[in-house]
């Protein structure tokens, strides 16, 4: 499954990606950024571009886990959750728990 992995550090790159286009584009809040504002003829790519990588790539990041894991089967709950779906943060699969 090596594939999956090269798919998870592609889209690790566009979060780098998303971060660096929000510092220079001055589109969206963050705390840094550049000292030159772009013309709104220079943000609409920007706009477009960083809409569309936001739209999927969280949600993608945290789906491979939680496809992936291999400590249950089908319809049953993890040996490792509580009555409400998670032990805490201490858990090893606190990220993916139900």
């Avoid at 090269?6 to 660096?20: D, E, K, P, Y």
């Avoid at 960083?50 to 291999?70: D, N, V």
Wanted: hydrophobic residues 45%; charged residues 10%.
């Amino acid at each position: 499954m090596l594939w999956i992995d090269h798919l998870r550090l592609f889209v690790i790159m566009l979060v780098f990606n998303m971060h660096a286009c929000v510092t220079y584009s001055h589109v969206g809040g963050w705390y840094i950024t550049s000292a030159n504002e772009p013309t709104l003829a220079q943000k609409i790519p920007f706009i477009l571009w960083q809409g569309s990588l936001q739209s999927f790539f969280m949600g993608l990041l945290f789906l491979f886990p939680a496809i992936l894991r291999t400590d249950r089967s089908p319809g049953t709950v993890p040996a490792h959750s509580s009555a409400n779906g998670c032990s805490g943060w201490d858990s090893p699969h606190s990220f993916t728990c139900f």
